[in-house]
């Protein structure tokens, strides 16, 4: 089997981040991450601490030691070989072991399950106005902006100076929060406050994988900038008069903007390992977030086996809401991670506000296109060269000072872009047909990117003129582009592998161009040659996307504090927009422009003032989760690994959790001559309404299926009363089609709440990773 890779789920504009680490094969030692089973600790033992440690002592390999050291005593050996004990997100610890101690660790009581550690190396905001949180109604009012919720993120640090992170208009911290501000390089404990109410770093696994590594900013600190524009995107404060070099000017803000922000720095710029991922979530845990976004996942695990599985398992049975990526590999389907059943799965879509500029032709021509040059607003008149599929660099650079223009008909556009920038010239015009020009558009020269439609009306002009000449114009920022929001290209797509009976992603939210806060000394991107800097950067990925859905369930757990994270969820997940903002269907920029499948979008674009009064939820606890563990055929160890000691037999297997979207799999080659096959759902439904209300159900037709759901009518007498149904889907033994989709919507007799549930039917592999190995 593959390594498994964990990633930052974002993309740098002009370089596609996408960091994707093979691990080299294990060498003699390796950091191991170990699950014990704490209900096996002696009685000798006041503290699972300590035994941890006499655990590793006893088994320390003392004959390779002396080949290696002469100084080393058995007992100094194994407690400097302990990175890291876990109290909260798993029952264990972190350790450097050959593999013989890992054997002998194996046969040690209490001994549940290791796994290798992995390299974690290297994975304005106008969206509140687009998702219409507004000071008037909804939301951010009822939710107070999240004023007594603490959101924490593990990720790259962050710039505590940004005036995102500022507490002004903040009330105190709430009493409860045990965290820390931990001082360390160019960070010191007094920079936190209000807003800012928890710093940490971790990076025991990181040092103990490169002993020689070199921190430079051994503190929580960022200078990638990732955690700190994920950080101001779930709950920057107010800050007036910002922009991307003039491009989306306006008011920042985050989604709770009076939430408060711990982080939690795992990931380092010389790498990143699950072992300090576990510790940064264990600790968040204990410090007593009530959010946790997550951008950053582990793709080709089974559950058993993902730390961020592991950890937010024990987060969930807290209460913590979690909020991870979907990842950044679409659109191919079933590339996503953190398709983890108690957490929520994001998938990133764009906004409706685009980048442009435009070219004024000689003949008086207007057109406008896509850019984000950074550099002068204006560019004036001079000759225009058409140069074919700018394959050519030297070719380019002979026309000198001039303006390309490169038609890519390959989805060559990026290659083009490099060899025009390598060329040196004036400036470049691409006409392309590219779906992943998010990723393209910021370049070091000026640039303009046309459609192939716009880009014929040059091209006309060029064949018309002996002289062509052409003047550009940048800096342009369009609102209310239509149609929005489209799920973006990157966005991973379902099934998921861990978990294919549950649909996901589960929602969309914003993710492509947003922006939001950037350390004051990281470049943003070049000009020319230049490194340049701005306190505000655009990003796509579904890292940015993740933590608008974080901020947003802060505003729902404050408004509703009884609400467990699977009913957060739903809220959500049942009140999101299928529609764009022309009224039809969201489509996905990676399907032709096809109507968006629940596979690339979950539920839709999340729609935080609905999912603050949902009608109905979907609930789930850990003995559901477990229930559905037990179906997918685990061990009872592997089981362990994820719920720690919770005692549970097996005896209520069920695959069929209460999730508020529904996925069945239609492709059985079995004997039987039966020509269709019938999936049976139930689900259980909580009223949270009015206590008086009766819902009837509504389906959209599925070609080639026969949905039926029974009742078709559900009368509730009160709040809180739970209701349940079934859901069968009838459909051929093999599906034609790979995916069809459709939804059932359970709308109440006052026409108030619409609780609606996508369902995806598909012959795609439905086997989960975990039983591919063995
Ligand atoms: C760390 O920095 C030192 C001094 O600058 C350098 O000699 C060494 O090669 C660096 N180590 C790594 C792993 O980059
Ligand atoms: C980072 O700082 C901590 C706390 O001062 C220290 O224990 C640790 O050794 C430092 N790590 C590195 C890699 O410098
Ligand atoms: C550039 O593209 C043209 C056709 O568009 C092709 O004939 C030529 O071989 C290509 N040159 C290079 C260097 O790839
Ligand atoms: C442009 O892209 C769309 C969607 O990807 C595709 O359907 C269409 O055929 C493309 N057009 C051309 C001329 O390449
Ligand atoms: C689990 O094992 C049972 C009994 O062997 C089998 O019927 C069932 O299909 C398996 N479930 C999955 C999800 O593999
Ligand atoms: C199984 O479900 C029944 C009925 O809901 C419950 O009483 C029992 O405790 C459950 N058993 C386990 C092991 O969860
Ligand atoms: C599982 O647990 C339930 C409830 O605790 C109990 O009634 C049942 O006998 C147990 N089943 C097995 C096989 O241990
Ligand atoms: C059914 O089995 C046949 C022959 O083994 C195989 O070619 C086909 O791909 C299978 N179809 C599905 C949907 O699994």
Request: aromatic share 8%.
């Amino acid at each position: 089997m593959a390594s498994p890779t964990l990633f930052y789920m974002w993309l740098c504009l002009v370089t596609f981040s996408q960091f994707n680490f093979i691990l080299a094969e294990p060498a003699q030692a390796d950091t191991y991450i170990i699950h014990m089973d704490l209900s096996a600790m002696p009685k000798l033992f006041s503290e699972h601490r300590s035994w941890y440690a006499a655990t590793l002592s006893s088994i320390s390999d003392v004959s390779q030691i002396s080949t290696t050291t002469t100084t080393t005593t058995t007992k100094t050996f194994s407690s400097s070989k302990l990175l890291y004990t876990y109290s909260n997100a798993i029952h264990g610890f972190s350790a450097t072991l050959s593999s013989s101690e890992l054997k002998m660790l194996e046969n040690s009581p209490g001994f549940i399950s290791s796994i290798r550690d992995v390299q974690v190396t290297i994975d304005t905001t106008h969206t509140s106005e687009f998702l219409q949180l507004s000071p008037k109604s909804g939301a951010w009012p009822a939710g107070n902006y999240g004023k007594d919720i603490i959101v924490g993120l593990v990720d790259t640090g962050i710039w505590p100076e940004s005036d995102s992170f500022k507490d002004d208009g903040m009330t105190e911290i709430p009493s409860r929060w045990k965290g820390e501000c931990e001082s360390g390089t160019a960070f010191s404990s007094s920079l936190c406050n209000k807003k800012l109410i928890g710093a940490r770093y971790f990076n025991k696994g990181l040092v103990s994988h490169v002993p020689t590594v070199n921190i430079s900013m051994n503190s929580t600190r960022d200078t990638d900038g990732h955690g700190t524009h994920t950080s101001s995107t779930a709950v920057g404060n107010y800050v007036e008069g910002v922009s991307y070099f003039d491009y989306g000017p306006g008011t920042a803000v985050g989604m709770a903007p009076q939430a408060r922000v711990a982080m939690y720095k795992a990931l380092w710029e010389a790498g990143s390992y699950a072992s300090d991922i576990l510790a940064a979530i264990d600790q968040a845990i204990d410090d007593g977030v009530d959010v946790m976004s997550l951008s950053l996942g582990l793709d080709g695990v089974s559950l058993h086996e993902d730390p961020v599985a592991i950890a937010t398992f024990a987060a969930m049975e807290k209460g913590i809401f979690v909020a991870t990526s979907a990842g950044n590999e679409g659109p191919w389907y079933g590339l996503l991670h953190n398709g983890i059943p108690w957490v929520l799965t994001v998938a990133a879509g764009s906004v409706d506000r685009e980048y442009s500029g435009s070219v004024a032709l000689g003949n008086g021509d207007t057109i406008v296109g896509k850019t984000l040059y950074p550099g002068n607003s204006l560019l004036g008149q001079m000759p225009l060269v058409f140069m074919d599929s700018c394959n050519n660099t030297n070719a380019i650079k002979k026309i000198g000072h001039r303006i390309a223009v490169c038609l890519d008909t390959d989805e060559a556009v990026g290659i083009q872009a490099n060899n025009v920038k390598d060329a040196g010239i004036d400036g470049g015009i691409f006409i392309t047909n590219s779906s992943s020009l998010e990723l393209l558009i910021e370049t070091s020269f000026p640039s303009l990117f046309l459609t192939l439609e716009d880009g014929q009306t040059v091209l006309d002009y060029i064949k018309s003129s002996s002289s062509p000449t052409a003047s550009m114009k940048f800096k342009m920022t369009e609102l209310g582009t239509k149609p929005a929001p489209r799920a973006a290209s990157y966005s991973s797509r379902g099934p998921s592998l861990s978990c294919p009976g549950v649909l996901k992603p589960d929602l969309m939210a914003p993710g492509t161009l947003v922006l939001a806060a950037w350390p004051q000394t990281t470049p943003v991107t070049t000009l020319g040659s230049q490194s340049v800097f701005s306190n505000f950067n655009l990003l796509s990925g579904t890292s940015m996307s993740c933590p608008h859905t974080a901020g947003l369930a802060a505003l729902i757990k404050e408004a509703h504090p009884e609400w467990s994270p699977a009913a957060i969820r739903s809220a959500l997940m049942t009140t999101a927009d299928a529609m764009d903002n022309t009224g039809d269907p969201i489509k996905d920029i990676g399907d032709n422009y096809r109507v968006a499948s629940p596979l690339a979008m979950g539920s839709g674009q999340v729609n935080p003032n609905k999912a603050l009064d949902p009608g109905l939820i979907y609930d789930a606890n850990a003995e559901d989760y477990i229930n559905l563990l037990c179906s997918l055929n685990y061990t009872m160890k592997q089981i362990k690994t994820i719920t720690r000691t919770t005692t549970f037999n097996c005896s209520n297997k069920s695959a069929d959790l209460n999730y508020p979207s529904f996925i069945a799999f239609f492709h059985s080659n079995d004997s039987s001559s039966a020509a269709t096959i019938v999936q049976e759902f139930r689900r259980t439904v909580t009223n949270v309404g009015n206590a008086k209300s009766t819902y009837s159900v509504t389906l959209t037709s599925m070609d080639g299926f026969e949905v039926t759901v029974m009742p078709s009518t559900l009368s509730f007498t009160e709040k809180n009363q739970k209701l349940s149904y079934t859901v069968t889907i009838e459909g051929p033994r093999v599906m034609k089609e790979l995916v069809v989709h459709g939804a059932l919507t359970w709308v109440d007799s006052d026409g108030k709440y619409v609780v609606r549930s996508p369902i995806v039917t598909t012959r795609l592999n439905s086997v989960p990773i975990a039983r591919k190995k063995s």
